[in-house]
């Protein structure tokens, strides 16, 4: 079982930054790939970064590619997503989900654990 709860949330102006956390307890973190993803009202969920347990490699969507940056640090069993330039179109909650085992994949039923959210919201 592996527990995530997300920080960082908050009310900024249109070209402001922010930095989520996403703290991990539980099995072993480095066996999980880790990922972001957002909901806005009345959307579907979507796949915003991840960031790959072998290698570190990232991903990110096109709607955030260039703005958005995720890192892991594996000795605090946490995953950031440092979000700048932000846009009120990125207003949305956004969660941290784990992967066993596997690659980032945008899919997320893919993902074995979720936390439960943190509010973003962007003023225009």
């Known amino acids: 079982q592996v527990q995530l709860i997300e920080s960082g949330g908050g009310l900024v102006q249109a070209g402001g930054s922010l930095r989520l956390s996403c703290a991990a307890s539980?099995?072993?973190?480095?066996?999980?790939?880790m990922a972001w993803f957002r909901q806005a009202p009345g959307k579907e969920r979507e796949f915003v970064s991840g960031?790959?347990?072998?290698?570190?490699?990232?991903y990110y969507a096109d709607s955030v590619k260039g703005r958005f940056t995720i890192s892991r640090d594996n000795a605090k069993k946490t995953v950031y997503l440092q979000m700048s330039s932000l846009k009120p179109e990125d207003t949305a909650v956004y969660c941290c989900a784990a992967r066993y085992m596997g690659a980032v994949v945008t899919g997320r039923y893919s993902y074995n654990y979720w936390g439960q959210g943190t509010q973003v919201t962007v003023s225009s």
């Open positions: 960031i790959a347990w072998t290698g570190g490699t990232t």
């Open positions: 539980g099995r072993t973190f480095t066996d999980y790939s």
